[in-house]
């Protein structure tokens, strides 16, 4: 039996400052009867977190302190809600962490993912960076007991890059994936996994670059050391890649890859910029023919079921992508690196002593 509050350790951002608390908390075990309580086993460092972090501008306007953050995790169900019949207790889950209505006019036509009420785990309500946590049963996503332990959290970044990396045909095509950190390491590994012929990063960092290489890219462009646009169309016979998969957010990369996209190919786009993009519609978008993509989240739940069909096949190199493994207490050393640039994807690991 469960009892009515539990004890346990919890990342949370209290301050409006640069770093996070880790603190005790007590957490009710009455749920919704939506609801369910979950076990956190594993859980996953992401950008966001990172922003969250550093209280940057967008933190700033977004969050209302205090808060318990984190939103990528997996963990075992201990409760469910009366009206939950699809999750079981003893389940390992994975969270889809856009909280949707499933009202709304794009919620209603299967767009959940573009959901006009969308709330998000670790930013608009408590997260998962703590030994327990509770969701809608609807976001959960059950796990093959077999995984590895180490890829469960990660998947839902990981299904960030497949809905990138999946909207336009890339096998047998020249693809350029710009920026490698974490998720655009994963880009590379996809771009890989569905038959690029050509797969070109662009990056910065020399972690990464090599990071990079080692995933299968066939080439990697550093901004800091050549110009991306001539090198680019002189690696394809002057024409360009057929697909770009944006993942740096980096307003001089944005505004390059419109340059260097092959008449009819195809933008997809992730990262987000802090800065105002200026393009040549007319030039770049326009007589090129080109299509343009802005990726939200994981299509719920079509990508999801993508990402367990490529785990499944063996396909991805995720423990290539998995470079850290710490503590959850660790938490404020994780951000630190992930901020160094010299790191792929850093997965915290709650103890003992993180639960009752």
């Given at each position: 039996m469960?009892?009515?509050t539990?004890?346990m350790?919890?990342v949370?951002?209290?301050?409006?400052?640069?770093g996070?608390t880790v603190?005790?908390r007590?957490?009710?075990?009455?749920?919704?009867?939506e609801?369910?309580l979950?076990k956190?086993?594993?859980?996953s460092f992401c950008g966001t977190?990172?922003?969250i972090?550093?209280?940057?501008?967008?933190?700033e306007?977004?969050?209302?302190?205090?808060?318990?953050?984190?939103?990528e995790?997996?963990?075992?169900?201990?409760?469910?809600?009366e009206?939950?019949?699809d999750?079981?207790?003893?389940?390992?889950?994975?969270?889809?962490?856009?909280?949707?209505?499933?009202?709304?006019?794009f919620?209603?036509?299967?767009?959940g993912?573009?959901?006009?009420?969308t709330?998000i785990?670790g930013?608009?309500?408590?997260g998962c960076f703590?030994g327990?946590?509770?969701i809608?049963a609807?976001?959960?996503?059950?796990?093959d007991p077999?995984m590895d332990?180490l890829?469960?959290?990660v998947?839902?970044?990981?299904?960030?890059a497949?809905?990138t990396?999946?909207?336009y045909?890339?096998a047998?095509r020249?693809?350029?994936?710009?920026g490698t950190?974490?998720?655009?390491l994963?880009?590379?590994?996809?771009?890989k996994?569905?038959?690029?012929?050509?797969i070109?990063g662009?990056e910065?960092?020399?972690?990464?670059?090599?990071?990079?290489?080692?995933?299968?890219a066939?080439?990697v462009i550093?901004?800091?050391?050549e110009?991306?646009?001539?090198?680019?169309?002189e690696?394809?016979d002057?024409?360009g890649v057929?697909?770009?998969?944006e993942?740096?957010?980096?307003?001089d990369?944005?505004?390059?890859?419109?340059?260097?996209?092959k008449?009819?190919?195809?933008?997809?786009?992730?990262g987000?910029?802090?800065?105002?993009?200026?393009?040549d519609?007319a030039?770049?978008?326009?007589?090129?023919?080109?299509?343009?993509?802005?990726?939200?989240g994981r299509?719920?739940y079509e990508t999801?079921?993508?990402?367990?069909?490529?785990l499944d096949?063996?396909?991805?190199?995720?423990?290539?992508?998995?470079?850290?493994?710490?503590?959850?207490?660790?938490?404020?050393e994780a951000?630190?690196?992930?901020?160094s640039?010299?790191?792929?994807?850093i997965?915290?690991?709650?103890?003992?002593?993180?639960?009752?």
């Amino acid at each position: 039996m469960v009892s009515p509050t539990l004890s346990m350790t919890a990342v949370v951002k209290d301050r409006p400052t640069k770093g996070f608390t880790v603190t005790k908390r007590q957490i009710s075990t009455d749920l919704d009867p939506e609801e369910v309580l979950i076990k956190v086993l594993t859980v996953s460092f992401c950008g966001t977190d990172h922003h969250i972090y550093t209280y940057d501008e967008w933190a700033e306007s977004r969050l209302e302190l205090p808060l318990i953050v984190g939103h990528e995790f997996s963990g075992e169900v201990l409760s469910v809600g009366e009206k939950v019949d699809d999750v079981a207790v003893g389940d390992v889950v994975s969270a889809e962490t856009h909280i949707i209505c499933g009202t709304c006019e794009f919620c209603l036509r299967g767009e959940g993912h573009i959901c006009e009420n969308t709330r998000i785990i670790g930013v608009d309500t408590d997260g998962c960076f703590a030994g327990y946590v509770k969701i809608p049963a609807a976001n959960c996503f059950i796990n093959d007991p077999d995984m590895d332990p180490l890829h469960l959290s990660v998947q839902e970044p990981l299904g960030n890059a497949v809905h990138t990396m999946a909207k336009y045909p890339v096998a047998g095509r020249s693809v350029a994936v710009v920026g490698t950190g974490p998720l655009g390491l994963m880009g590379i590994d996809l771009a890989k996994a569905y038959g690029a012929r050509q797969i070109i990063g662009i990056e910065i960092n020399e972690y990464r670059i090599a990071k990079a290489y080692e995933l299968g890219a066939d080439l990697v462009i550093n901004p800091k050391e050549e110009d991306v646009v001539a090198r680019v169309l002189e690696e394809t016979d002057g024409r360009g890649v057929d697909v770009v998969g944006e993942f740096s957010g980096n307003k001089d990369a944005i505004e390059k890859a419109f340059k260097y996209v092959k008449a009819g190919g195809g933008v997809s786009l992730l990262g987000i910029p802090a800065e105002t993009i200026e393009l040549d519609l007319a030039n770049d978008i326009v007589f090129k023919g080109i299509d343009v993509y802005g990726v939200v989240g994981r299509k719920i739940y079509e990508t999801w079921h993508e990402v367990r069909r490529l785990l499944d096949e063996g396909r991805l190199n995720l423990d290539k992508i998995i470079t850290h493994q710490l503590s959850l207490k660790q938490v404020n050393e994780a951000a630190e690196i992930m901020g160094s640039g010299d790191s792929g994807k850093i997965v915290l690991l709650p103890e003992e002593d993180d639960y009752e």
